[in-house]
């Protein structure tokens, strides 16, 4: 797949990623390193909790969504470089054996006022399982390089 520029991202765009299954080890092996909650990291006391079973920590959820949006359709020249996040919801939870992928959106683009050789792309990225259920929604802005 050929690398993008800015001029070859358009308002109203619409990418794809590849699906992703979460399993349940590495699901309790990131919380216990990074969220260490019973509802992330101990399949029997999650099913005393809120959610009712053990679930992904959000964190988690939103690593896999940057592996997905890094190996999709959206391959910038120099990589995918953001420039922070304007907006991260969990809708719905993550479960073990949920199948993820990502629906990216282009929903800004703009030269930078900075740096002239690069410009800005906003996105909005909405991450589903496999039923079709939203489990994450994300704006961001990358940095994106302009053709020489």
């Known amino acids: ?83 922070g996040v304007e907006e991260l919801r969990w809708p719905r939870p993550v479960r073990p054996g949920d199948t993820l992928h990502v629906e990216t959106e282009v929903i800004e683009v703009r030269p930078s006022r900075s740096h002239p050789d690069h410009g800005i792309v906003r996105v909005r990225n909405a991450t589903f399982n496999q039923a079709g259920e939203v489990v994450q929604t994300m704006v961001t802005a990358l940095y994106v390089p302009r053709r020489k």
């Open 1 to 83: 797949m050929n690398e993008s520029y800015l001029d070859d991202f358009h308002v109203g765009d619409r990418l794809h990623s590849a699906q992703y299954t979460v399993s349940e080890a590495e699901m309790i092996e990131y919380a216990r390193r990074y969220d260490p909650q019973p509802f992330h990291t101990d399949p029997v006391a999650a099913k005393q909790a809120a959610f009712h079973g053990l679930v992904a920590s959000g964190w988690f959820t939103a690593a896999i969504t940057m592996k997905l949006m890094a190996q999709s359709e959206v391959r910038i020249a120099g990589g995918m470089i953001g420039m």
